[in-house]
Nanobody
Framework: QVRLVESGGGLVEAGGSLRLSCTFS????????MAWFRQAPENERELVAG????????FYDHSVKGRFLISRDNGKNTVYLQMNDLKPEDTAVYYC????????WGQGTQVTVSS
């Protein structure tokens, strides 16, 4: 059974930065495509960024391209989301997602950006 534990959320002013971390355990990390989703109140959960085990050609939603950076450390079984130039519309609960033979979700971490 895969377990995902997120950390790094919080309250930040617009223009600030945060780094989210997600630690993976329970299976072979390299077998999983890792991604970050977010869900704002009354909105559907949306894909923010994703990365293969090789780290090449990461995906970014257009709303975060150029501001967010997804990376993974396969030696530490961890995926990161560096968020820069944060905007109030980035406020949401951010979820770590692992997709392989099955799909798993973390518990979510709140990111709040004040204007």
């Amino acid at each position: 059974q895969v377990r995902l534990v997120e950390s790094g959320g919080g309250l930040v002013e617009a223009g600030g930065s945060l780094r989210l971390s997600c630690t993976f355990s329970g299976r072979a990390f390299n077998d999983y495509y890792m991604a970050w989703f977010r869900q704002a109140p009354e909105n559907e959960r949306e894909l923010v960024a994703g990365i293969r085990w090789t780290g090449t050609a990461p995906f970014y939603d257009h709303s975060v391209k150029g501001r967010f950076l997804i990376s993974r450390d396969n030696g530490k079984n961890t995926v990161y989301l560096q968020m820069n130039d944060l905007k109030p519309e980035d406020t949401a609960v951010y979820y770590c997602n692992a997709r392989g033979e099955n799909t798993y979700w973390g518990q979510g971490t709140q990111v709040t950006v004040s204007s």
